[in-house]
């Protein structure tokens, strides 16, 4: 090809339109995309106001801040993250993780109810995944078809709703809390109900304890009634699947750290587990051992028969090596260092107490302050966030920010980031939420 053909098919490119590009070159699956994050563009607006010399408030992110403003990092994490050896660095992790790593996560999830679980024949087996992103996407590809429904609380972590459309299957919702109790048990009952009418299997996930973006928290008897529900279900309909993901993702920064784990020991004991309902717990040690960036996760399922666990495993190694292969090793084995010793142990502890007082403080100082303003937040208890139900809620979001709080517009209200709001402005920033609901009611 001569250079001149060369400089004018260049310029050709040149001449695209982005609209062309993309229909040329996406198909509409993809096209059809967006990623760009609502939560981003609240950081950005606090930052400038930050640069630009306001008495800003920061609370857009997810992540758990110190009062000074910087990440909060569990020193003995990092400190055992860096004295392993070069080989955990390096190596590939096996598939389904590392064998001890696997074992000590059910621990992990379920605290001292593991061993009344397994005492009770019910039996159980984690996979190592990316975050606990991984486990929920590892779930909603393997226990839906394409074109069902997966059943969420109405009000749920937005990247919830991308994973469903990834694995292209629907949403179908039922309300975050009843009136009398906390669960809306006749809505749940009903939509779990339609949902069979409509398809083979029933995926559920549930984020509790410290819910995003609520902090609501279930009750010991909320847990056991959501769980004789999905229980009861599966029990009368025997033709169809029926799994309760439990998105534990918060667990170590709620009162109650196993209260699952609890529960289910109680329902193990029953001995009324049937054979179509599965138990998923997606652990995650992004918030509780501040490892965000490492993408450590598992799906732990557990299930009364022992080959049909195996035969989950299978499945859903399928699905991690299609997708992103293997997950990362060094976390794994920098958390099985933790575990294992008692002193590491004790250090990851106390400093995980020390976030878990700090959070904790920060509720209570804003809670008090909304209740003495009248501010309708929801039931808020523990972990990251509160949550202001409004039609408008970009425009208190606004309010908010001409007044210095920088919070999250969400369909139906705003999040508050209390992780991310230092505990010296909680009742300061309550305060403004509360000027800026007056001003849009
Ligand atoms: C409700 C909920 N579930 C799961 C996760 C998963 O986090 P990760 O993939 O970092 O473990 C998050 C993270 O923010 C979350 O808010």
Redesign the pocket.
Known sequence: MKPEEIAAMSEDEKSWTLEELEATMLPSHAGNKEGRDVIFSWLAKYQEAKASGQNAINGTV?SLLEDNGELAVNPMVSKTLREQADLEMSAYAPLPGLPHFRTMVQELSMGDGLPVIQKHGIHMDAVIT?????A?YMSARNLLSPGDALLLRDL??G??NTIAKECDINTATWPLYGEESQVDEAALTSMIAQLMNDQDNVLSWL?DPA??PTGMTLTYSSRARVLSIFAKAAKDNPDKGVTLFI?G??AAYSDDHHGWGHTLAEFAKECIWPGNLLICF?F????SHTL?GQ???ALVMLHPNRAFVDKLVEVMLHTGRGTWSGAARLPQATLHSIHSDVDKYVGWLSERDRLQQMLNERRTLFNARCEKEGVPILPSHDG?FAFLPHDTPVQVAQAAAARGLYVVPLNGGIRIGLCSIPTYNADRAAGILAEAWRMSA
């Open positions: 997810g990316p975050g606990g992103t991984g929920l749920h972590w990247p919830y984020n819910h995003n998105d993702a918060y997606g995650s040690a992004s918030k965000y993408r450590c996760g990251y």
